[in-house]
Every structure is written in structure tokens, then in C-alpha cells.
């Protein structure tokens, strides 16, 4: 197929596939397809030995040992931190910090930044697509301090609908936290946009790259964002580990969220004072083995680049909707315009739950995700009570999509 | 067949899909006397079970289930055996079921294959995650009928309407 062609030429996902030993396994009898990527990425080999590594040869603590192990922990730390920073758009390397993952990274600053400058009568503007990560901490925080929700609405096809954003984006805003990708829709949003309204009304600007980062070139600067968020696991690297970006004036600005060992500067008996960034913010012994073999997640995604990654997804997405749409059967949540969308594809087979429909593609090796994906809000505004979700990746083939085809193909016989 | 054919058949029996397919008990129930609203957070399926009693005895039992196969087929099942039954037949039913799914062990004096299609939501059990979605009808019917009782036999206690729905976990 022309697809298959094109696709060939951007990455030879094949030749990617030789790299995770878990694509090897088969499940149910049959050779594993899986596409809950917007969930969990698998690892390739280089990540999952950096791992083992760092406790086969290195494991010590970080910042404080003065040994040779303790070096060398500490140097596999940092080095990581380097590479976040020039991999997001060449950022100072004290801008960031490390988390458990986006959902901490918001926190942390739902708690610091939003919990000393979001008060009474301010408002919060979010967007209906958020996930639960990007929207209960601000939820509990406008409960605590006063403060109100707003949201930036979406049209028929899931894309940001700006049309009211200058009466949303209100001069008591404080704040605006918005996806760059959407997990449930795959909408990619125009954050710079979204964020030059919202420094124009003087509020900042928080992104949740936990999907875009993976998928996708970033490059905060360009963003015009404030802070940004995102994960280890759905880039390849290890689960436990994520990163938080933010300017330098905001974070200096912040009290700390966590405290306790490693990020003091000096401790009496009575006060403390803290340490310079970045250590502020990672009080506690961090996942040190985790970020030293999420820098092999850089590195296997450096070996294609971002824009051919992208590109490949775009192609991948583009097959596999027209693939589930030429079924007949099934309705596809979000925007139809692959420029426009991430690889997370959303949909509904009609008459079949969305479980009953991912315990049949189970049955047949065939893994996705079903259910409200964390955004029980948006789930509801779309009119369901779950959906199902099938998302790729660079090792992700056509031929898998058709696997997918033909399962749903059976499933709609077997529920039908 | 492949094995796990075999165990999706079990769990996916033809009755389990023909409930499924035509759910039973699916009606308004006038005057009722507990309603209650049942969901799986996990999975979003969400039901409604409205009861009049007449004493302590079902009269009218109407199910209403956004779900999954298994989850509105056990309840489409639930509204087959329960009018004409006593609170606490039901709530030794449901333990029944309950057991079945999970340990799979059921109280002796409980025959579930004189229940209606009861007996075929067995296979679920070898799926833990489903075990739920089968459970999800029972669990809303006894919370409902528990508030009820404690609510005594006043009208307006007797309805559960306004009171947080039935989750299971």
C-alpha cells in the first residue's frame, strides 16, 4: 500500500521493532500488537540495561558521597538534567526538575506557585479536554483558596474552540493549564496561542506535554509557555520518573513543595533555607536509576529525530483511521485531520462496550485501552461512558493496524 | 480452538449475549420505594434500579444498566428472579453470586441453576478485572435495599434517590 511506502521511507519501524524484546512476546497465542501507548510506552533494550546497569556498577546515592560510586551516580543524574534541558529547546539546566512524573510536576506547582499566588475571586482557566492530572489539582486548589474554573470548550471534532477565548482568558486570570496533546482526542492544541492571550491578561501558563513530549518536536520558547510537565514512561523511558520545566524567576519565587533531605542550604533547630535550583524542588532520595536510563530514551529517540518520529506517527494515524473508518462500524472521536492530531485514536464500535470490545482484542493479541482514560468529564461531554482507545508508536506498523481491523471486524460479528 | 477461545466463550456464553442483546426487567417502575444508582468508576458503566415493595417483598423491580455485555446481562438476570422475593432472599442470592464470582464457592442451601441464567456468569471468574461489571447490579440492589432498612418504613426514608450512588471498587 502507498502508505506502507511513505511510511518506509521515514522510519524503518521493523528494524525498530528488533530493539524491544517485549514486541517479541505473544499474548493469547498470538504475536502482542500494542497500541496503549498514550498509557505506557515499552523500553527498548538500551533503557532497560541502563537500569540494570546503574545497580550492577553504580549505585550510590546522589550529591553527597564523596566516593567514586557517589560520583558517578551523581554524574548519570545530572547528565539526564542536561539532556531535558537542551532536548526541550535548549533551556538552563536549573530550570529543571525532576518529578515521579507529570502528575507530580503539576502538583508541584498547583501547590508552590498556585497555592502562594491564585486567591480569592482569581480564576483558573483550563481547557474541557484536560486529564484528571491537569485538572484535579486545580480543582482542589480554587476549593482551597477561593478561587474559580474556567474552560476553554471544544467543537464537533474535539479541537479547542478559541472563538470566546478573550471572555474565558478573564483579567482575573491567573493561570492557564492546557494540554498540548490531548490523551483521549490526540488533539494537538495551539498552546502559543492559548498562551499569548493568556500573558496578555498577566497570567502564566502551564502545558501538559505528558503526550506531546513523546510524539512530537517541543520546544518550550517557541510554546511561550510558563512551566511544563511531562513523563519518562510514555517516552520509552523508565515509569517513575518525569521532569518539570519552569521559567527561572517563577521557580526562584516558589517556596518549596516537598522538604526534607537534599534540598536544605542550612538547617537550625528552629528554621531552614534552601538549596538553589533545582534542588529546591527534589527533597528525598529521587528515582536515580530511573533518570539515569531515561537519558537511553533520549538518545534511541535522538537516532531518528523528533520531526521523523512525528512524521511517521502522522502516516501510521493516517492508515489506521482510514482503516477503522472503511469498517463502516466505527465512529472515531477527535479531530479527522491527521495534521491536526496526535496518534491516540479514540473510538466507538457501535453496539459493542468499549470492554467487552478491548477483552475480545485481548483474546486476539491485540492491546488498547478502554474506558474514560482519565478525563471523565470530557468522556461525559462526548457522550459516553467510556471509549476505547488504540495509540501508536514509532515501533508500530501498518500491519498492526490491520491486525486491529480484523479483530474489530470480529468482535462486531461475535457482539453484534 | 485456542484455549483462551475457549475462556472468552465461557465468560461470553449465548445466554450472557442474548441479555445482552435484549435486556430483561428494563421498564419503569411506578411508585417506587428504592431507587438506587450504581457505578464502576474504573469503566464509567453506570445503573439504575428502582424497587416497590410490597412489605418486604419485591413486587416490581425495573434495571436500567449503561455497560458492558457482562454487566447488563447480570442485571438483566437480577430482574428475572427478583419480584416475588424477600429482601433477604435476594441479599442471600446476591452473597451467593458474590461467592461465585470470587471464591467460587456458594452457600449449600443456594441452588443458583434453579435461578434463571444466574449459574452461566460463572465463567466471568477466570477475568478478575470483569468480576465487577458482573457484581455491579447485585451490590447497587443490596445498598439500595440495606438503605431502605435502615431508613425504617417511613416513605420518605424509604427512597434512596438523593443519596450518593452505589460505587463498587
Redo the contacts between chains.
Sequence with gaps: MQEAVNQQQVLDSAEIRKDFPILERSV??KPLVYLDNAATTQKPRSVIDAEAEYYLKHNANVHRGIHTLAEEATEAYECTRDRIASWIGGVAREEVIFTRGTTEAINLVAHSWGGANIGKGDRIVLTQMEHHANLVPWIQLAKKNGAELAYLPIDGEGRLDLSSMDSIITPNTKLVAITQMSNVLGTINPAAEVAARAHSVGAVVLADGAQSAPHMPVDVKVLGVDFFAFSGHKMLGPTGVGALWGRRELLEAMEPWQTGGEMILLVKWDRATWAELPHKFEAGTPNIAGVAAWSKAFDYLDRFGMDAVRSHEVEWTRYTMNRLLGLGFVNIFGPKDVEERGSAISFEVEGV????LA??LD?RGVAVR???HCA?PL?KLLG???TTRASGYLYNTTAESDRLAEALLEAKK??G | MHNHDHQLDEMYRDIILDHYRSPRGRKDVADPTVVNEGMNPSCGDEIEMKVRLKGDTVEELGVHCAGCAISVASGSMLSEIAEGRTISELKVIAAAVKGMLTTGEVPEEIELDELSDIEVLEGVRQFPVRIKCALLAWVTLVEGLERYEKGGSGENASTTEDANPTVIV
Design positions: 493469547q497465542g462496550h468499549p470492554h467487552d477483552q475480545f483474546s478502554a474506558g474514560h471523565q468522556t459516553q461512558t467510556s461475535y457482539f
